[in-house]
Every structure is written in C-alpha cells, then in structure tokens.
C-alpha cells in the first residue's frame, strides 16, 4: 500500500486534485451565481406558465433538464480561463505525459461542482417541478450520469476557442448536437420513473455516453490544445 502512495503517478494526481480544488473555491462566485440562475428558472416557471401540478408533472422532466444544459453552457466559459491566461496551460503542454491526467482532472473536479449541488438542491427543486417522490432517485442518478457527458464534451468545444474573446455563442453551435441525446435520454428516464416505469434503458444509455465522453474527451482536448499552441 505504501507503495501506491509513493508511486510518481499518484504525486501527480494529488498535486492537480488539490490545485483545482483550491482554482474552485477562489473562484465560487463563478460557481454560485449559474446556480442561483438555475433555482431562480426553476421557481419562478411554475408561476409564470401554470402551477397545475397535472401539466408540470408531464413537461418537469424536459424543464429541468433544459436548464441544467443551459446552466452548463454559462459556466462552460470559465473551463482554461484562467489557466489560459496565466500561461499554465502553455507549459502544461510542453510537459510530457502529464496533460491528459491534468485535463481528466480539471474536468472532474469542474464537474463535481455543479454536479454535487445540483443533487443536494433536488428535492427542493423537484418539489417546485411536482416531481414525484418516487422519481427522486431516478433524477439524482441522471445528474449524476448526465453531468459528465455535458462537461467532457464541452471541454472539446472549449478548448476549440480557447483565445477567442467572445466565444460563448460558438461554443454553443458546437455542442448542442452533442447535447441532445444527453437531453433526450436524462428527461426521459426521469419521466418514465414519474409515471411509474422502469427508467433502466435510458439511465444504461447515459452511462455509456458518460463512459465515451470521459474517456475520449481529454485525448481529443489534448490533441486541439497541442496544434493551437503549435499554430499560435
């Protein structure tokens, strides 16, 4: 067991953990005020189209999940920001066999901070959605399996305009595609737990798009990053 901890690779991934974790809490402004978004929209949509508890049982699903895409989009900016910036990320690259790990690692812990809240602020959101208690667990699972994929994928579009100014609506043509099956298979299993049915096949589809996401996006990321330095 020792060593495992004395192990170079496992240096690497607590020196990285503990610098994202610490690049978070500086910045978790950037963090809250998405949030605050999200609770906002979810609160206030009931009111504004109907609080019938029938219609907001049937369109609840595809709601939430809407604005948890859009939530992913407004914090989609601030991924490499900083590292960008500063000119971490600069020689990051330069640096052998270390820029996988430190990109699987920087999308991990981003995606831990929206995700993480996001399923402690389920029950109070799902009771303003009307979602029933028994689709709970359901949504909490579909968070947990569906955040990954939006964030990894957005990591490929991010690290596409990486430098660019305003690069909020281009980053948004890029993923939407990749976006809709996520959207698609996430409301659908937790409308098929709210009515009572079994939501495994859409839950099994999540997470094979969360295993290729998870796996294929710090490659891709690492190759775009490599060449747009190289043409830099």
């Given amino acids: ?23 978070v809490c500086r910045c978790y402004q950037d963090m809250i005020y998405p949030l605050l978004f999200l609770i906002l929209v979810i609160v206030l949509f009931p009111l504004s189209v109907s609080p019938d508890p029938v219609l907001l049982n049937k369109i609840s699903a595809g709601i939430f999940w809407i604005v948890v895409l859009f939530l992913v989009l407004l914090m989609l900016d601030q991924l490499f920001r900083n590292d960008w910036k500063e000119g971490d ?12 790990l430190a990109i699987f690692i920087k999308l991990l812990v981003f995606c831990l901070a929206i995700s993480l809240p996001l399923i402690v602020m389920t029950p109070f959101l ?11 667990k359901t949504l909490c699972w579909s968070i947990f399996l569906g955040t990954p994929s939006l964030i990894f994928l957005g990591g490929i579009a991010r690290a596409l ?12 043509l890029i ?51 490599r060449l747009g330095i190289a043409f830099v």
């Fill in 175 to 225: 993923v939407i595609p990749f976006y809709i099956p996520v959207l698609i298979f996430a409301s659908s299993a937790v409308s098929f737990a709210s009515m009572g049915s079994s939501a495994n096949g859409p839950l099994a589809w999540l997470s094979v798009l969360m295993l290729l996401s998870v796996s294929l996006s710090p490659l891709v990321i690492r190759m775009i990053l």
């Fill in 1 to 23: 067991m020792r060593a495992v901890f004395d192990h170079p690779l496992f240096f690497k991934i607590t020196v990285n953990l503990k610098y994202e974790l610490l690049a």
């Fill in 161 to 172: 305009t990486l430098g660019l100014r305003h690069s909020g609506l281009l980053i948004v």
């Fill in 126 to 136: 799902s009771l303003c959605l009307y979602i029933p208690i028994r689709a709970l």
């Fill in 89 to 100: 990320l600069e020689q990051l690259i330069l640096t052998p066999n270390a820029l996988s």
